[in-house]
């Protein structure tokens, strides 16, 4: 059985301000619990979980992660989704660098709003094999429960950080810098050598100004059709594929 304070608690971390000062985000659902708890053991806090799921995962006994058997309707409580899924786990917020491991090619996120636009980039920043995600510090935040949704189980795996990005920008002088916009240079037409640094926009108003004044190179994905423009996940899947093929 759960206690009330557990399950305030927990609500709670439904909100930024709460999980900024916990240092605490909320991972559920089977799938992604189960590749939290292969991957990522030592970073769970605590399981909360139906009889059934606990029987079938005897594993995280001799992990020795801490679990609290919770009935269906104690589990809708505290679950962030509109269909909970067995399991719900509170888990620490990474430390994250500026960077992390050889610097490669870096995505920079300029007021990215969507969280399922961000947990998106996430997912396909991983599949690329791209460590690092600069935010904007008005990016939405990437523990939002959407974005954990979205993200899958890539979220623990990136190196994600929060920054100015003018001051991160100004600091990579010497490293060339593509800004995708909707008229530029064709992303066929670019040879790109790391590191670099690709920067998406905001959903509506593209990158700003300010942060467009330091690339080196606009770039676009070329169109056939009327469409006006493509989703930012969409159009940063496309050029990380045509960027690092």
């Known amino acids: 059985m759960i206690s009330k304070s557990d399950v305030k608690y927990i609500q709670s971390l439904a909100h930024k301000k709460f999980r900024e000062e916990e240092g605490v985000f909320v991972i559920e659902g089977v799938k992604m619990v189960g590749e939290l708890i292969a991957e990522f053991p030592k970073e769970i806090v605590q399981l909360y979980a139906t009889q059934q799921w606990a029987d079938e995962n005897k594993v995280i006994k001799p992990l020795k992660i801490p679990i609290t058997i919770v009935d269906e309707k104690e589990l809708l409580r505290i679950s962030q989704l509109k269909t909970p899924n067995q399991v719900v ?13 050889s610097l490669g090619f ?96 905001n959903e509506a108003n593209g990158i700003s100004k300010e942060v467009l004044a330091l690339t080196s190179d606009a770039v676009t994905i070329p169109k056939k059709g009327n469409a006006e423009s493509l989703n930012a996940a969409i159009a940063t899947a496309i050029i990380l594929s045509s960027f690092l093929k």
């Open 89 to 101: 786990a509170t888990v620490k917020i990474p430390q994250q660098k500026i960077e992390k491991g």
């Open 106 to 201: 870096t995505v920079v996120l300029d007021q990215i709003q969507d969280p399922g636009n961000l947990g998106t980039i996430i997912r396909t920043c991983d599949w690329f094999g791209v460590q690092n995600i600069i935010c904007s510090l008005d990016t939405v935040d990437a523990y939002n429960p959407k974005t954990v949704q979205s993200a899958k189980g890539s979220l623990l795996r990136m190196n994600i950080h929060y920054c100015d990005v003018i001051s991160y920008l100004e600091a990579k002088q010497g490293i060339p810098v593509y800004a995708a916009v909707l008229e530029g240079k064709s992303i066929h037409d670019v040879q790109v050598k790391e590191p670099a640094i690709l920067i998406i926009g």
